[in-house]
C-alpha cells in the first residue's frame, strides 16, 4: 500500500500520467472520422464514445484485440482505455497506429452517409465515394 503511493510519488508517474494522457487524447482528437462521437478522458485514462448506430464498442474492442491492444467496452458504445502508467509515447503512437488500422477496417464493412451519419451494409449502400465507407453496425 505504502510502498505503491511512495513509487507514484517519487518516479513521478502521477505528472508522467498527465503528460502523456494530453498527448494521447491529443493524437485520439486528431482523428477526425464519422464513427467517433467523442473523445474525452483525465490522464490516462481515456473514453472513445462512438456513434452507436454505426458500430458497437464491443465490435470496436474485438478489432483491436486482434492487433494486440486490450479495452474494455462500455455503455455499449464507449470504449475505455488505460494503459500502464509506464506508458511511453512511441507505445501511445504505436497503440494510435492500430487503432487507425481498425478505423480503416471498419470502414471496409459499411457505407455512411456522413453527413447524416446513417449507416448502409456495404452491398446496399448507395453509391458513395471511398471516403464515405466504415464500420458494420455490431451489436451484442
Keep these: 500500500g505504502l510502498e505503491a503511493l511512495r513509487v507514484l510519488f517519487d ?3 502521477i505528472e508522467k500520467s498527465a503528460e502523456l494522457g494530453a498527448y494521447m487524447l491529443e493524437r485520439l482528437r486528431a482523428i477526425e472520422d464519422p464513427v467517433i462521437a467523442e473523445v474525452r478522458g ?3 485514462f481515456i473514453g472513445v464514445e462512438f456513434r452507436k448506430e454505426i458500430v458497437s464498442a464491443f465490435n470496436v474492442c474485438e478489432r483491436l484485440a486482434q492487433h494486440g491492444v486490450l479495452t474494455k467496452d ?3 458504445n464507449v470504449v475505455r482505455f ?3 502508467f509506464t506508458i511511453t509515447r512511441s507505445e501511445i503512437d504505436l ?5 487507425r488500422k481498425v478505423l480503416s477496417e471498419i470502414h471496409d464493412d459499411v457505407c455512411v452517409d456522413e ?3 446513417e449507416s448502409f451494409p456495404a452491398s ?3 453509391a458513395v465515394n471511398s ?3 466504415i464500420g458494420a453496425p455490431y451489436r451484442r
Design 42 to 44: 483525465k490522464g490516462l
Design 74 to 76: 462500455t455503455h455499449r
Design 124 to 126: 446496399d449502400a448507395p
Design 115 to 117: 453527413a447524416s451519419a
Design 11 to 13: 518516479e513521478g508517474l
Design 95 to 99: 497503440f494510435v497506429g492500430r487503432f
Design 131 to 133: 471516403a464515405s465507407r
Design 82 to 84: 488505460a494503459p500502464p
